[in-house]
Nanobody, 122 residues
Framework: QVQLVESGGGLVQAGGSLRLSCAAS???????VAWFRQAPGKEREFVAA????????YYADSVKGRFTISRDNAKNTVYLQMNSLKPDDTAVYYC????????????????WGQGTQVTVSS
């Protein structure tokens, strides 16, 4: 079992920054850890992911150049630094982990956190 706990969400003005954290406990080795988000009335969408082996990162086009995913393996924590935030970034942000192999989509992740709300005001 893996437990994921997100933190760092909040209310910020457009152009501001937030850093989300995803702390893992239990069986902490995961091949991939990702951030997804879901806005009201919309489907959950991929934001960013990081591969444990090599640290390769992946981003949705909508956040490239503004968001940065990183990890601290010693702390079993993955971060999402979000800069130049826009009102369209408003959503609940979820951390997800896949234990083995390469995920193809949200359904391929084994564990999910409870989510943290990010609200960007215009």
């Amino acid at each position: 079992q893996v437990q994921l706990v997100e933190s760092g969400g909040g209310l910020v003005q457009a152009g501001g920054s937030l850093r989300l954290s995803c702390a893992a406990s239990g069986r902490t080795f995961s091949s991939y850890v990702a951030w997804f988000r879901q806005a009201p009335g919309k489907e959950r969408e991929f934001v960013a992911a990081i591969r444990r082996s090599g640290g390769t990162t992946y981003y949705a086009d909508s956040v490239k150049g503004r968001f940065t995913i990183s990890r601290d393996n010693a702390k079993n924590t993955v971060y999402l630094q979000m800069n130049s935030l826009k009102p369209d970034d408003t959503a609940v942000y979820y951390c997800a982990a896949r234990l083995l192999g390469t995920p193809a989509g949200p359904g391929d992740y084994d564990y999910w956190g409870q989510g943290t709300q990010v609200t960007v005001s215009s």
